[in-house]
């Protein structure tokens, strides 16, 4: 009798911990999206619209449990972090982040996941070497990344689960390059600049910039940290319309899951094709000067290469087409 009860002590044990392991594996995650304001022309840096584009697709899918919400800019009432897997913040610069630099170290340092997208990973020096390392991995560093326009094409880390369900890809964005990196990052999305696929140089060009010709740059990149918890970055989003190019917002989505902690489908993260429709939901309102965003035109990519400049020809350009002033 001792015998039997043992062994339906030891089954009903089994089944508690076998139990318990499945609820931990299934639990939602909370993605939370901070949005900046706009701050370029209609369908540029539109933040509020790419965030509500890639919550909604996560929301949809059933594949990886996760509950995205969408907020603007900093939160004033900052217990919505609280509970949160992972933040995701795509602006300007550190117009979000900048209200919030303690929070965020305080979540980081207790797990929670952070991915910055375009503009948000250019934070200052300081600010990059005691936040954004450990954070993601990586920043903008003034005086040697720089932001041109080039037709990226994109291979995936296939050695990276957020390369799932992802194939190359080619498009036009502003692409950061030459972004400072700690030791710990591990690349998920790369490709190398040339003078071929240049579309132009930006309003920022550095020397070191000019000496990355024909090397590979990681757009997109990963850091897993001590503690196991893990962050992003991702330089690209500058154009609203390329997420609907289907492995350029694959890839993305892969990575804000697996910021949020949890394994990224073998297929990737399910998703589904972006109507012209949906891409104009949310569009910041630049009231007659707001435009209807097309759907990326296969033919962007036949372009003129423009020139890869010294920095001292790029100033001596942007030099020449500055307005005079008009005497009083």
């Known amino acids: ?86 933040v995701v913040i795509y602006a300007d610069g550190t117009k979000v982040i900048k209200d919030g630099w303690e929070k965020m170290d305080e979540l980081t340092k207790k797990g929670v996941g952070c991915m910055m997208m375009h503009y948000a990973v250019h934070p200052n020096e300081a600010e990059g070497e005691k ?79 000019y000496e990355e010709k024909d090397k590979p740059q990681h757009l997109l990149w990963s850091v897993t940290r001590p503690d196991g918890s893990r962050g992003a970055g991702f330089t690209g989003g500058h154009h609203h319309a390329n997420w609907a190019i289907e492995d350029y917002r694959q890839i993305v989505l892969n990575t804000i899951v697996w910021v949020a902690g949890k394994d990224v489908p073998k297929g990737g993260v399910p998703t589904y094709t972006v109507t012209e429709d949906e891409l104009n939901e949310n569009l910041d ?26 920095p001292e020809e790029h100033k001596a350009s942007r030099a020449k087409r500055k307005p005079k002033k008009k005497k009083k």
């Open 131 to 209: 936040y954004y390392m450990p954070w993601i991995g990586g920043y903008f560093k003034n005086g040697s990344s720089a932001n041109p326009f080039w037709a990226a094409t994109i291979k995936a880390n296939k050695d990276h689960q957020c390369s799932h369900g992802v194939d190359d890809f080619c498009t036009i964005d502003e692409f950061y390059m030459n972004i400072e990196y700690s030791k710990r990052m591990v690349p998920i999305g790369t490709a190398t600049i040339t003078n071929k696929n240049l579309v132009r140089i930006n309003n920022i060009w550095t020397q070191g910039a």
């Open 285 to 310: 309102d630049y009231g007659p000067q707001t435009n209807r965003i097309k759907l990326p035109d296969p033919n962007r990519l036949n372009f003129t290469p423009g020139p890869w400049m010294t």
């Open 1 to 86: 009798m001792k015998t039997s009860i043992a062994k339906l002590l030891s089954i009903l044990a089994l089944i508690f911990v076998v139990g318990s392991s499945t609820t931990a594996q299934e639990k939602e995650a909370k993605i939370v999206f901070l949005y900046g304001a706009k701050s370029h022309k209609s369908g540029d840096h539109e933040f509020k619209a790419g965030s509500h584009l890639l919550a909604k697709h996560l929301n949809k899918q059933s594949a990886v449990k996760v509950n995205a919400v969408v907020h603007a800019g900093w939160p004033k009432d900052e217990s919505i972090l609280d509970d949160a897997d992972a």
